[in-house]
């Protein structure tokens, strides 16, 4: 049977949900939606469709493989959140939120290849079986698996005991963090060293801000004025340092490094994302990063 209007539009949310797990864009996942449903609409399946939910997921999983790729071919590297309109960083940060997604899954995914970004997506976010996952793919099922594992190993990685969460200084960070982006400044102020540095670079800051503030009190009341961004942060290992990243939406934005010393917090680094940078999840992995969801 041909796919109705009405079978497409009870799996919209479903489609837009998929193509924004590969593409990493609600942007980039509603014309991606919007091309299936064209082809949808233009194919002539033989057999008929028993299940439009899972042939239109096929057909979104295909073109966000076509996207991925031709990203590949063009060189073009994972856009930093200065790159994406404010529009864009709104709409991915508002299904961030409203999903329940893992903002740290999401810059990570950036540095797989297209098959295993689609396999792992598919499998183990939306629970696609692997010979489905082959036929968007075009290959076979033990190749769709492999493309899923090597997903995992990546986004996984091997962890340095010295990255473990579990640690008094990353204690002390994570309490820091998780006081900023409340505005707690009481709890703050318990935290911090009377004489703890904050440095910046000019370009995170409003014109004319200081790069660097001193004193548990500046620094308390200026992370309290800015927790919104503060809220977009995850911790992640950048360039082989544990820190947090700001990341709107899943797009870097600025690191924040934390040293410690004596349950203090004594320094604050800010800077901002690069091209270059390399990410890795921390140890241990928070689970499940994603809930999974039927297709």
Known sequence: MPITLEDFEAVRPHLLSVAHRMLGSTHDAQDAVQTAWLRAGAARPSPPIESPSAWLTTVTARVCLDELR???????????????????????????????????????????????????????????????????????VPSAKKHASRARQRLDGPQDASLQAGRPDQQVAEAFMAAARTGDTRRMLQLLAPDCVRDAEAALLPPGARTTVVGALDIAAETAHHRDRIQAACRIVVNGEPMYLIAPGGHPLATIGISTAEGKVTRILLRSARADDHFARTAPSPAPAYRRRDP
Not at 104 to 125: E, F, I, K, N, S
């Open 70 to 140: 031709a990203r590949r071919r063009r060189n073009e590297a994972p856009l930093l959140a200065h790159a994406v309109p404010a529009a864009g960083l709104a709409a991915d940060e508002a299904v961030l939120r409203a999903e329940d997604v893992s903002r740290a899954l999401m810059v990570l995914m950036q540095q797989l290849t297209p098959p295993q970004r689609v396999a792992y997506v598919l499998h183990d976010l939306f629970s696609v079986p692997f010979d489905r996952i082959a036929h968007v793919l075009g290959g076979t």
